[in-house]
């Protein structure tokens, strides 16, 4: 088992800047894939960014340019570094991660429990 937990959400004003952190422990030699996914209200779970442990990263086209995945050892920790905020960002941020590369967020493995950003205008 995986656990992960996320630090670093908040209230930013637009343009404004977070840097949200994610930290794994238990079996994280399994992890391939770790990464960042989002919730607005009303709207399905979508990507944000990923990070393999070889080092790909894979970002949505609305966040390219302003969010940046990086970490230690991608198996152990993984940050958001997000800049350029725009109300639209607004949503519950969720760490996953995944012993396989590639899937769909609904097949991952480990989540956390979410940290919420809202970005006003």
């Known amino acids: 088992q995986v656990q992960l937990v996320e630090s670093g959400g908040g209230l930013v004003q637009a343009g404004g800047s977070l840097r949200l952190s994610c930290v794994a422990s238990g079996s994280i030699f399994s992890i391939n894939t770790m990464g960042w996914y989002r919730q607005g209200p009303g709207i399905e779970r979508e990507l944000v960014a990923t990070?393999?442990?070889?080092?790909?990263?894979k970002y949505a086209d609305s966040v390219k340019g302003r969010f940046t995945i990086s970490g230690i050892n991608a198996k152990n920790t993984v940050y958001l570094q997000m800049n350029s905020l725009k109300p639209e960002d607004t949503a519950v941020y969720y760490c996953?991660?995944?012993?396989?590369?590639?899937?769909?967020?609904?097949?991952?493995?480990?989540w956390g429990q979410g940290t919420q950003v809202t970005v006003s205008s």
């Open positions: 990070l393999t442990s070889g080092g790909t990263t």
């Open positions: 996953a991660a995944d012993r396989y590369a590639g899937r769909r967020w609904y097949e991952y493995d480990y």
